[in-house]
């Protein structure tokens, strides 16, 4: 089966600590995004990358870093600049960039501090 | 700057009492308008694309309408199944990027 895998699904944070959020896919898709959600709220974009070994900021991308070495995988890491990670954080990706391209979207990442 | 509205923010209905969610936009060169189905604690699934107004799309229970400035997503005779949140987002001239709204949470109660 085809699809977006994330892990861990709930991943904790001490202050200070930089962690990272895996999000692997089997789509042959080219481009990948990270979002991020808070409670009652919609998804806004933290990175996104239409090929390997490149990526642009979205949003809101402060504390934040990604990495696109190889085309299945796009890793977030959420580093100690970011005051307040407390999130539900979703990997998604489409086949291109052209017109009206669906996301296709992972189960999510909850990250909590400790 | 792209712009996503949804109202109302929550909707309750009672099972077989058919309403509609509301997505205003603006957006600059619309590419896209989406409608995604979210389940608690789950990623979005996806529902419906819509690319240029007058366009209309259906599935099972669910109509998605799109206009020059709002779609909407009529929900005919619901079943406590389609309780969720919908979300609604829109790709302007950069394609690479969408705007989400916050989304419509929906109950139905048996």
């Known amino acids: 089966d085809g699809g977006i895998t994330q892990s861990p699904k709930y991943l904790f944070r001490k202050e200070g600590q930089n962690v990272t959020l895996s999000c692997e896919q089997n789509?042959?898709?080219?481009?990948m995004y990270w979002y991020r959600q808070d409670p009652g709220q919609g998804l806004r974009l933290i990175y996104y990358?239409?090929?390997?070994?490149?990526?642009q900021k979205g949003d809101i991308a402060e504390g934040y870093s990604v990495s696109r070495e190889k085309k299945e995988s796009f890793p977030l890491t959420v580093t100690s600049a970011q005051k307040n990670p407390t999130a539900f954080y979703l990997c998604?990706?489409?086949?291109?960039?052209?017109?009206?391209?669906?996301?296709?979207f992972g189960p999510g990442t909850r990250l909590l501090v400790l | 700057e792209d712009q996503v509205t949804q109202s109302p923010e929550a909707l309750r209905l009672q099972e077989g009492e058919s309403s509609s969610l509301n997505c205003s936009y603006t957006?600059?060169?619309?590419?896209?308008l989406f409608w995604y189905r979210q389940d608690p604690g789950k990623g979005p699934e996806f529902l419906f694309t819509?690319?240029?107004a007058g366009e209309e799309k259906e599935k099972e229970r669910l109509k998605a309408t799109l206009t020059k400035k709002e779609s909407f997503l009529h929900i005919t005779a619901p079943k406590p199944e389609d309780s969720a949140t919908y979300l609604c987002a829109v790709q302007g001239t950069n394609a690479g990027k969408s705007t989400f709204g916050d989304g419509t949470t929906l109950t139905v109660k048996p």
């Open positions: 990358s239409q090929i390997v070994n490149d990526f």
């Open positions: 789509l042959n898709h080219d481009a």
């Open positions: 957006v600059s060169g619309l590419r896209g």
């Open positions: 819509l690319y240029s």
């Open positions: 998604a990706s489409t086949r291109g960039v052209l017109i009206g391209e669906t996301q296709y």
